[in-house]
Nanobody, 124 residues
């Protein structure tokens, strides 16, 4: 069983930056794949990024590639999402998710563990 707790959301102006954190509890963190998803009002939850267990390979949605960077610190059992050049369309609740596998996948249905979410609002 893995518990995930996100933090770091908030209000930021367009072009600004935020760093989200997701602290995990449980065993074998280094072997888990972690992902970030987001959901805007009236829209489906969508994939943002993922980092694999083991090798730490990353995958990004086209909409955030080049602006967002995902990383992990296995010693701290925490993953991060550095978000730069934020746009109003990045506004959403951001969720951290985990799966007990080393393969990154983009569909939320493959992730068994979810955090409670953190709100990110990009507005002037």
């Amino acid at each position: 069983q893995v518990q995930l707790v996100e933090s770091g959301g908030g209000l930021v102006q367009p072009g600004g930056s935020l760093r989200l954190s997701c602290a995990a509890s449980g065993r074998s963190f280094s072997g888990y794949t972690l992902g970030w998803f987001r959901q805007a009002p009236g829209k489906e939850r969508e994939f943002v990024s993922a980092i694999s267990g083991g090798t730490g390979n990353t995958d990004y949605a086209d909409s955030v590639k080049g602006r967002f960077t995902m990383s992990r610190d296995n010693a701290k059992t925490t993953v991060y999402l550095q978000m730069n050049s934020l746009k109003p369309e990045d506004t959403a609740i951001y969720y951290c998710a985990g799966r007990a596998n080393t393969v990154t996948l983009r569909s939320p249905r493959y992730y068994s563990y979810w955090g409670q979410g953190t709100q990110v609002t990009v507005s002037s």
